[in-house]
């Protein structure tokens, strides 16, 4: 490694282990991880079609599986938005949020999604504010969002300056999985290791520092802040809480269970993981609470059609129609890439004039099962020639009975509309 970061931990871990660690870290990268979406598919379909896939004993609907034996990503049940790939130490965040009824979430650096789509698919109940100050990334997250079919999460492109204009002590909770220098993924992205410097990495503190003010000042009253990092730098991670903590007295650690695998950080009840204790690359993380008791949440569905079939609320957003669980009037003023559930598509060259999110909410009894071969060709954009004996129409196709998208039926032939962003080469 150009420059190592061993020498720097040894200011809270002991010369063992950062022996066992380093070990570790030379070991090639063979777990990896996968969250279920249960409304899409079955534990029982995902273990019959994998086969070293093996249920997590510590989170819901969360599976791991060996990188060199299987390859989820590269499946067609991936385009469906069935499953997101995500790393095992990745869950801790949304484990660890306690889903409340109709709340505010905002998770700052949301891409490419892992956290956002763990906690939406926990708390359909939660509206969740999910923003990247990338475009490039937000866009990322955006598609995510979308291949997934997920209806409680608006997806956003802003600087943290917007959000304190506007939604000041505003959210129930806030993720923040802070921009770092990324130790805790060197073994899975080995070019960080070449380029990693302390300089660097010290450039980044103020840039968090920033972050976690600006997310303290967003945080209603009673509300929850988690912090977290992939770094095993204490410089990124205690230290940055202890600088909020000795500027705002009203805010304190909610303390974590150190359960088996876990490292207690230099802060009590704030977890570090490390690949040669825990089933997961290295990961810091913490919780925080904002002491006050939150205001009532204004909202405005009594003025929206509800949606019994979808179960959620439809409102119009530039020109299209979309669909929330619950409808805040604030949010209704944002420049979103997405607003929750898109239900139509009226662009004036929209291949189907419902949108791609809407065909996961379709009966899949209702849907043009593919064979394998016809649906790697829809997932490429292909139009598919067709024998059955339908009216001409748009149509729901699906693959293992998981719907994948929509289709227009002409004659024999259905015409792919497959969103171009999502299409595999």
Known sequence: MKNSIYPYLSNYLSKEEISDLKEEMEKPLKLKGLLINPK????????RTFTSIKPSDAFENFFTYIKDKDHPGRDILHNAGAYYILDPSSMLISKYLEPKNRELVLDMCAAPGGKTISYALKNPKALIIANDFSQKRALELSGNIERLGIANVIVT????????KNFKSYFDKIILDAPCSGTGMFRKESKMQDDWSIEKMNKLLPLQDSLLDTAYQLLTPGGVLSYSTCSYMKEEDENRLEVLLNKYKDISIQELPIEAGYREGTIKGTIH?????????????????????????????ESKTFNKELKLYEFAYRNETYALPFIVRNFLDLHALRMGLKLTNSAQYAKCPLDHALSH???????IDLSQEDAINYIKGQELKTDINLPNGYYVVSYKHVNIGYVKKTNDKLKNCYPKGLRSR
Not at 157 to 164: A, I, M, Q, V
Not at 280 to 294: I, M, N
Not at 361 to 367: D, E, G, I, K, Q
């Open 40 to 47: 899409r598919i079955s534990p029982e379909e995902i273990k």
């Open 157 to 164: 492109n802003y600087e943290p300056d917007y959000f304190l």
């Open 273 to 301: 993981i490390f690949p040669n204790l825990y089933k997961g690359e290295g990961h810091f993380v913490s919780q925080l609470v904002k002491q006050g008791t939150a205001p009532s949440l204004e909202s405005i569905e």
């Open 361 to 367: 909410y379709v009966n899949p009894a209702n849907s």
